[in-house]
Nanobody
Framework: QVQLVESGGGLVQTGGSLRLSCDASGGTFGSAVMGWFRQAPGKEREFVAAATRFGGTTYSSDSAKGRFTISRDNAKNTVYLQMNSLEPEDTAVYIC???????????????WGQGTQVTVSS
C-alpha cells in the first residue's frame, strides 16, 4: 500500500498561485501513476491532473489546462501541481492519488492521501 502525504495548500487571492506537493512512500510500483483530484463542499470528487512515472505522460482536465501544471520527481517519488491564475471556483480539498496504471478520470484509484485545503478568495 502506498502512503501519500500532501502539502502546499493554503489561502490565496484570485489570480494568485500555489504549488502542491505529494510525497509517496511504500514502493514505486503502486505509484506508477500519480495524480490530483479535488472536492469542493457539496460536490463530487473530480479529476484534475495526473502524471506517469514511465514516459512522462501527463493528463489534465479541461479546467486545469492552461492554468495548472503537473510534474513529478521520480527520484523523490513526489508529484507537484503548480496552480496559477487561481479562481474562487478552484476552492476545494485537493487530494493526491496513486495507482499502478492510468485509471482515467474515474475515482477508483488504489491509494489516496488525506488532502490539502486550497481556498481562493475573491
Amino acid at each position: 500500500q502506498v502512503q501519500l502525504v500532501e502539502s502546499g495548500g493554503g489561502l490565496v487571492q484570485t489570480g494568485g498561485s500555489l504549488r502542491l506537493s505529494c510525497d509517496a512512500s511504500g514502493g514505486t510500483f503502486g505509484s506508477a501513476v500519480m495524480g490530483w483530484f479535488r472536492q469542493a463542499p457539496g460536490k463530487e470528487r473530480e479529476f484534475v491532473a495526473a502524471a506517469t512515472r514511465f514516459g512522462g505522460t501527463t493528463y489534465s482536465s479541461d479546467s486545469a489546462k492552461g492554468r495548472f501544471t503537473i510534474s513529478r520527481d521520480n527520484a523523490k517519488n513526489t508529484v507537484y501541481l503548480q496552480m496559477n491564475s487561481l479562481e474562487p471556483e478552484d476552492t476545494a480539498v485537493y487530494i493526491c492519488a496513486a495507482d499502478t496504471m492510468w485509471k482515467g478520470f474515474a475515482t477508483n484509484w488504489r491509494s489516496w492521501g488525506q488532502g490539502t485545503q486550497v481556498t481562493v478568495s475573491s
